[in-house]
């Protein structure tokens, strides 16, 4: 098999809230793309929130070491770009391509990329520039990047094709005219996002690449919503991962193992041909794709370091439980970290402000309590769990070489961040920045210059 072109294709703050997770948010390409590929149920993010987690995925390393602990717009960067994937790749005979957001460098010229389509551009042409890219001939294999804006808010009016009668809200939010709201308007921007994914692909089949075309249909974490986006609950590490494509990724299959994005990166080496650089901390999932009947994993990992302000926290979590630790003594909500949402306002007019839920440690039971509602540290009968868990967190965290570990994440000199208490809507704001013109704009927006 020659090697496989990869299209990768990538949202913001969607979580696994689209139609091939079974929510009722429909979205018919990426349903087709399920259909014609594998669907990975139980894909986690290494870091629930944008820059980190997306770094991650293209570095094959976890956020304490490629050095992205924060947001690129807030004076957060790769260690070295020279280990992003488009580098290697490029090195293997590759073009590569981006076409739209990236948002984990301020300037897309800092990572390598061969081609940078919307470099002047607003995103929301990111989708047409790709369409005409695959309509190009291409003399060698292709790796394209595209990146959109949705399901970031700010989220659309609805349209009458989401009526919020009619809507269920999100995962852990109570049922009330506000969050159902909400949770339409965030089922227009899915909308959106399914309409401009649809002609991507439309576009890979009208020009003859689907065959030998790896897709990669995934996103950053989970919704910007109170317990998800931003924190280690199943709803913020909890990610959607569709691939379709040439090596396995066919037959509309489902797999129920765990899978990390940090996979990624040495599943495309593996499918390529390429030797995997020596930083790489995940496995390929080929093996599991192709039925010889192995795991690729029996646990992920993910972290907390900063988003607007610091939060350090680390997780573990197995198929049957996951346990968490906090890094802080605070308890309360570190509410600048959520997203500024009628969702969000709804939980505030509620005393969210003064609720006390943040144990320094967490210990969930992920089959018979998947809300993650009954904290079982402290719980006898599963002191031998806790203790294996907590083994088991530390041992990663020598082996990667955790900054925690010695008291702190340090920030980057002149890195952005913001007052943990101050929960002004100003300071809430994330924009999310790709291009210099947008980046500047933005700066503007909050001040930041």
């Known amino acids: 098999m020659s090697q496989p072109n990869i299209l990768y294709i990538h949202s913001h703050d969607t979580g696994r809230y689209v139609q091939p997770y079974g929510y009722a948010v429909p979205t018919p390409n990426m349903q087709r793309l399920a259909e014609q590929g594998v669907v990975f149920r139980q894909c986690f993010c290494c870091n629930p929130t944008c820059s980190a987690s997306r770094a991650s995925l293209l570095t094959g390393q976890y956020p304490h070491q490629n050095g992205m602990t924060g947001l690129a717009h807030r004076g957060f960067s790769l260690n070295d770009y020279g280990k992003h994937l488009v580098n290697t790749l490029k090195a293997a005979g590759y ?70 009668r009619w809507c269920r809200p999100a995962g852990p939010l109570p049922d009330c005219p506000e969050t159902r709201q909400d949770m339409a308007a965030f089922q227009t921007s899915a909308r ?60 509309g299959r489902v797999c129920d193992e765990l899978i990390s994005q940090v996979d990624i990166f040495p599943t495309i080496c593996d499918l390529a041909g390429i030797a995997a650089p020596p930083w790489l901390e995940g496995e390929s999932i080929l093996p599991c794709v192709r039925g010889q009947g192995q795991a690729v994993r029996d646990t992920v990992f993910a972290e907390v370091n900063y ?55 967490q210990l969930y039971d992920c089959v018979l309590d998947p809300n993650e509602a009954n904290n079982l540290v402290g719980n006898p009968d599963f002191a031998e769990v806790l203790a294996e868990m907590r083994a088991k967190l530390e041992a990663w965290q020598q082996q990667t070489d955790d900054p925690i570990l010695s008291g702190s994440v340090p920030a980057p000199v002149g890195a952005r961040l913001n007052d943990p208490n101050d929960v002004s809507a100003a300071n809430n704001l994330l924009w999310v920045l790709t291009e210099e013109t947008e980046a500047q704009t933005v700066r503007e927006r909050l001040r930041l210059t």
């Not at 995934?218 to 931003?230: E, S």
């Not at 049957?320 to 009628?342: A, F, H, M, T």
């Open 192 to 251: 959106v996002l399914d309409e401009k994914v649809g002609q991507v692909l439309t576009a890979l089949d009208a020009n003859g690449l689907a065959d030998n075309t790896l897709v990669i249909c995934t996103t950053d974490h989970g919704i910007a919503m109170p317990h998800m986006k931003c924190t280690l609950r199943d709803d913020g590490i909890g990610v959607m991962l569709m691939m379709r494509g040439p090596g396995g990724f066919e037959g």
């Open 95 to 164: 073009h590569t391509a981006l076409s739209g957001i990236q948002h984990i460098a301020e300037d897309a010229r800092t990572i390598g990329y061969d081609e940078l389509l919307t470099l002047t551009l607003g995103v929301d042409v990111a989708h047409g520039r790709a369409v005409e890219f695959l309509g190009r001939s291409h003399d060698k294999p292709f790796f394209l990047s595209v990146g959109f804006f949705e399901t970031h808010r700010e989220f659309p009016e609805p349209g009458p094709q989401e009526d919020a």
């Open 307 to 361: 988003h607007v302000c610091y939060e350090p926290q680390r997780c573990i979590r197995t198929k049957r439980y996951k346990y968490i630790r906090r890094y802080e003594e605070r308890q309360r909500p570190v509410l600048p970290n959520c997203d500024d949402s009628p969702a969000k306002t709804t939980w505030m007019a509620h005393g969210w402000r003064d609720a006390n839920w943040h144990a320094r440690e």
